[in-house]
């Protein structure tokens, strides 16, 4: 048992389980209320019961089940009323009902029970195996009470075999009623209430195809803790459980012997009560999934928009960049081809600035003609002596060609090489057509 100062690892769950038994709709109150009993769920429960409920225990010789006339007032002519009114006046046994003395006692008494029940379940356990009978029947093994049931008594409706809370957790989800069985192996109404109404073909096929039916038997841990949970005394319990209000409420109980025909009348009866809350629940279940379509659909749209949004947004964001960048390189462009322009002309200044004037006729000169891609035609006389460069610097600053061009002779075609060599060791005395090939084309 974890202490007050100590949250079990379970916590969640336990304050969960304790709002639906006990119909306490504040999550802090349940979980004040599990503190101060140590997180002892059954303690809990048994004394919060005790705490609402003193009205309950006032008769002590009150009969076990109601009369068809009173529940049907209950049921039919008053369905407003609350199922803790239903939860508030349960079965009750006859003249073994403690008085009101023993109940106060019971209670001051709880806390020490609450210590050594574990020690007190342990012994039990032990001495039941050495005498036969004792609490624990081998026919009723923990866990194993369907096993049970069709053991000895043929068949038996289906059990769901899970802990309570996940039974309760299934049956809310699927919003359907649930039967809990506690089956009280020692008690003497137990084999007649076996035999007559949960081995009952008929009570077995409303079962199966109305509500889902979770049992346990009193002899194992489980078992005996829902049974205190539902102050069940010591006599076999059917508790019909639906969905209330977003909670898992307790809305018919019986405790010990009931004939069938009459056990199936009540359920009916509640189960008709109670069946337009399951509707209007399941109403407002397909309205929030309607309106969670809805919102997804809206939201997707919403998301499509935004993201048509965003690129078109950097469609136009890269059309503007592209723009700003041709528009740079362009600028680049014409800013290189001027700086080229620029160097050209300075070039072509120092070149005109140096090339040697053009010499008189007289011996040591060759004449030449140059001949451009444009058809045009430039005659000059150059030294023979002088290198062949002089040639190239003269087309050149005819500014007539591009910077790169070549120069060719005759046919068939001889490339005039831009070296050292003089006019008359290149071939090109005492005169020579040349022309002018654009490398650029």
């Known amino acids: 048992m974890a202490s007050a100062s100590e949250t079990p690892p379970n916590s969640e769950e336990l304050i969960s389980t304790f709002q639906e038994v006990a119909g306490i709709t504040d999550a802090e109150q349940a979980k004040r209320l599990l503190v101060d009993f140590g997180w002892d769920l059954s303690v809990a429960v048994e004394n919060y ?223 008709e009560q109670y069946q337009p809350a399951l509707i209007a629940e399941q109403a407002e279940r397909t309205q929030r999934a309607v309106d969670q379509v809805i919102r997804e659909e809206q939201d997707k749209a919403f998301e499509e928009s935004l993201r048509l949004d965003r690129e078109k947004m950097e469609r136009a964001q890269a059309e503007k960049r592209k723009a700003e960048e041709e528009k740079a390189a362009a600028e680049e462009a014409k800013r290189i081809e001027e700086n080229k322009l620029e160097e050209r002309k300075s070039r072509l200044v120092q070149k005109r600035s140096t090339l040697p004037p053009e010499p008189a006729k007289g011996e040591g000169m060759t004449r030449i003609k140059v001949r451009f891609p444009g058809g045009m035609s430039k005659d000059r006389l150059f030294s023979a002596s002088d290198p062949v460069q002089v040639l190239f610097d003269f087309v050149d600053v005819q500014d007539l060609v591009a910077e790169d061009f070549s120069l060719f002779v005759g046919h068939p075609k001889v490339m005039v090489e831009n070296n050292s060599k003089t006019f008359e060791e290149a071939g090109l005395c005492p005169r020579a057509l040349v022309f002018v090939q654009d490398n650029t084309v």
Not at 50 to 62: G, L, N, P, R
Not at 94 to 119: E, K, S, Y
Not at 164 to 178: D, Q
Not at 215 to 244: F, I, K, M, N, W
């Open 49 to 271: 019961l005790a705490m609402t409920s003193t009205e309950e225990h006032a008769d002590s010789k009150s009969t076990n089940t109601e009369t068809d006339s009173t529940l049907r007032r209950r049921a039919v002519g008053n369905p407003k009323t609350p199922p803790e009114e239903v939860q508030a006046q349960p079965a009750q046994p006859n003249d073994n009902n403690p008085g009101w003395w023993q109940w106060f006692v019971g209670i001051l008494l709880t806390p020490f029970r609450a210590l050594f029940r574990p020690i007190f379940d342990v012994l039990v356990g032990f001495f039941s195996s050495l005498i036969p009978g004792t609490l624990m029947m081998d026919s009723a093994k923990p866990g194993k009470l369907q096993e049970s049931l069709q053991e000895e008594y043929g068949q038996s409706p289906r059990l769901f075999r899970t802990s309570l809370n996940e039974a309760l957790s299934h049956a809310k989800k699927e919003l359907k009623f649930m039967l809990i069985y506690i089956h009280q192996p020692d008690h003497p109404d137990t084999p007649r209430m076996c035999r007559d109404v949960i081995a009952n073909a008929d009570f077995i096929s409303f079962i199966n195809d109305n509500v889902i039916f979770w049992g346990e038997t009193a002899a194992c841990r489980q078992g005996r803790q829902v049974a205190r949970s539902l102050r069940a005394s010591d006599r076999p319990l059917l508790a019909l459980v639906s969905l209330l209000n977003g909670q898992m409420r307790v809305i018919f109980r019986n405790l010990g012997y009931i004939q069938r025909e009459e056990l199936m009348s009540k359920l009916v009866i509640h189960m």
